[in-house]
């Protein structure tokens, strides 16, 4: 296995630069909203990802026929990156995806994640999800919350990746990927295991500029390993939904268009409603990078409340670590 010590020193400015213009390349043509390159993968998906917990979330509270309603209108208008996890909802956001897939399987790029670290979990998580979602196979599967530091050593220890390049030989897996929101060193730690990753999936908003970030550390180590990066946590996160936008200057638009900015493959976004969908599709079609001027004064209105990570909770403290998580590291769920 490689050093898991990735920097910008592994590649020239004018390189990483070259590698983030082309993260970024879009094509506009006739999906209704921009795609983008999932790194080496060369698969393209919606700059816009439906977050399956959300999804779930919005079925339960307002009812499966509404949730229907959303997900179909996600794909009718390109959103056609999906995202799940065999925890959430305790595996019913993964059953109702199922039934929002019917019939539409081959216009979705279906993404989900194992919970597990060893090789008989990970094998059950598929098993599970490939049930709940009525398919055949995943077109990528991320370890989910890799979120402590011996996490990564486990990946590979403990035989989890193992069954996962076993999975991905049978062909239910077509890629595989990892995600986590607690620090930036895990993800290189990750990246530097040896593998080549489709996907790494970390929070992206305008906070994380300013503490544990990811975008300055973890992309530029994507880009020059072309892994594809899918931002999360957009809004940030704390003791309410939308934590940036409810108690910060910074807009769900600014936040939005912010993380979309950077040489991301796309962004998971929480809907609970189609109008909230909608909103991120107009922001969406036909998207431009903010101007420097724009980012600046994004920057100006959260330095101020984003050193600390009061609204990165998920980085600073355990409350957003799945109880799944917890009690696998020994903690209290």
Same mark, same amino acid.
């Given at each position: 296995m490689s050093d898991s010590r990735i920097t910008h020193g592994t590649i020239s400015s004018a390189g990483l630069g070259a590698l983030a213009a082309q993260a970024v390349a879009q094509d506009d043509a006739g999906r209704g909203i921009p795609t983008r390159r999932l790194g080496h993968t060369g698969e393209q998906?919606?700059?816009l990802c439906v977050g399956?917990?959300?999804l779930g979330r919005a079925a339960q509270d307002d009812g499966e026929t509404q949730a229907l309603r959303l997900a179909h209108a996600a794909v009718d208008n390109g959103v056609f990156f999906w995202d799940n996890a065999w925890a959430y909802h305790d595996g019913y956001a993964e059953e109702f995806m199922g039934k929002a897939l019917k019939g539409r399987r081959d216009?979705?790029?279906?993404?989900?994640?194992?919970?597990?670290?060893?090789?008989?979990?990970?094998a059950?998580?598929?098993?599970?999800?490939?049930?709940r979602m009525q398919t055949d196979y995943i077109d990528l599967w991320q370890f989910h919350e890799t979120n402590y530091d011996n996490d990564?050593?486990?990946?590979?220890e403990r035989g989890g990746?193992?069954?996962?390049? !076993? *999975?991905?030989?049978?062909?239910?897996?077509?890629?595989?990927?990892?995600?986590?929101?607690?620090?930036?060193?895990i993800h290189l730690k990750m990246l530097g295991k040896g593998y080549d990753w489709a996907s790494s999936q970390m929070p992206i908003n305008p906070m994380d500029y300013f503490y544990r970030s990811f975008q300055k550390e973890v992309v530029p180590a994507c880009l020059a390993k072309d892994v594809g990066v899918i931002g999360m946590k957009c809004l940030g996160g704390?003791?309410? !939904? *939308?934590?940036?936008?409810?108690q910060t200057k910074v807009t769900a638009a600014m936040c939005v268009r912010w993380a979309l900015s950077l040489p991301v493959s796309s962004i998971v976004r929480g809907y609970l409603t189609i109008d909230q969908l909608m909103e991120d599709v107009e922001i969406a079609r036909g998207f431009r990078p903010l101007s420097n001027e724009e980012r600046e004064e994004i920057l100006a209105l959260a330095e101020p409340v984003a050193g600390d990570g009061r609204h990165e909770h998920f980085k600073s403290t355990q409350r957003y670590d799945h109880p799944l998580y917890r009690r696998m590291h020994g903690f209290a769920a």
């Open positions: 998906v919606s700059i399956g917990a959300h216009k979705v790029f279906l993404m989900t994640k194992n919970s597990g670290r060893d090789y008989g979990f990970s059950k998580c598929l098993e599970d999800s490939l049930r990564p050593d486990w990946v590979f990746f193992k069954f996962a390049l !076993e *999975a991905q030989k049978a062909g239910k897996l077509r890629y595989l990927g990892f995600t986590g929101h607690k620090h930036p060193r704390g003791p309410r !939904e *939308a934590e940036i936008p409810s």
